[in-house]
């Protein structure tokens, strides 16, 4: 059983430059979550989606763009790299309804540098 | 704005002992609170999850108890090893939103 799945792991950028990181979940979850993780600031919300095709803002949602054409897959796009965006990017999913709030799994994460 | 708060923000013990780590969260109304474990440059793990109708979640060494109305929840870990060295987050989700609010974490260090 997988789980959640980042695709891909490590990753170097030329600030301006485009690129997307993928997230597969296989455990037919409704809600995912991109985060960043940064030294002192600890996990913040990028982006998330309720369902396929679905996306809202979370805390620093600026210069990063998501899909969720599929349910099992959230894509997370930065259009023009800046050094700002060098972090380690987590993904994340849970089970949720209208009236619960399950287990929150996580991928490995993305480590992205951008020069 | 739910605000979670773990102090202290790093702790150090030798192998043995047993420690309690602490999570303060400032919003009652919350559907459960979930308690993560992450090792050096890896994801996080989750290691337990406590529905807001329960008081206490056990797994092998490790012991969670939740206060909703004190806003407190601790995780206690029985004979600490050096495997257990790691950062410890809690999260809570509230009742009505859709995402969680993290702590900023403990690192733990356990000393052989």
């Known amino acids: 059983n997988a789980g959640v799945t980042q695709t891909p792991k490590f990753r170097v950028l030329k600030t301006g430059q485009s690129m997307t990181l993928l997230c597969a979940q296989d455990?037919?979850?409704?809600?995912m979550y991109w985060y960043r993780q940064d030294p002192g600031m600890g996990l913040r919300l990028i982006h998330y989606?309720?369902?396929?095709?679905?996306?809202a803002k979370g805390e620093v949602p600026d210069g990063y763009n998501v899909s969720r054409l599929k349910k099992q897959n959230f894509l997370l796009g930065l259009e023009s790299a800046a050094p700002s965006q060098t972090s380690v990017y987590f993904c994340?999913?849970?089970?949720?309804?209208?009236?619960?709030?399950?287990?929150?799994?996580f991928g490995e994460g993305s480590r992205l540098t951008v020069l | 704005k739910q605000e979670v708060t773990q102090i202290p923000a790093a702790l150090s013990v030798p192998e043995g002992e047993n420690l309690v780590l602490n999570c303060s969260f400032t919003?009652?109304?919350?559907?459960?609170l979930q308690w993560f474990r992450q090792d050096p440059g890896k994801g996080l793990t989750s290691l337990l999850l406590?529905?807001?109708?329960?008081r206490e979640q056990t797994s092998g060494r490790l012991n969670a108890s939740l206060d909703k109305s004190s806003g407190r929840s601790t995780l206690y870990i029985a004979a600490s090893q050096p495997g257990d060295s790691a950062t410890y987050l809690c999260?809570?989700?509230?009742?009505?939103?859709?995402?969680?609010?993290f702590g900023t974490g403990t690192s733990l260090t356990v000393i052989p």
């Open positions: 994340a999913s849970s089970y949720n309804s209208r009236v619960y709030t399950g287990e929150l799994f």
């Open positions: 455990m037919n979850h409704e809600y």
């Open positions: 989606s309720v369902g396929e095709g679905t996306t």
């Open positions: 919003d009652s109304a919350i559907y459960n």
């Open positions: 406590i529905q807001s109708s329960q």
């Open positions: 999260a809570v989700p509230p009742l009505g939103g859709n995402q969680f609010y």
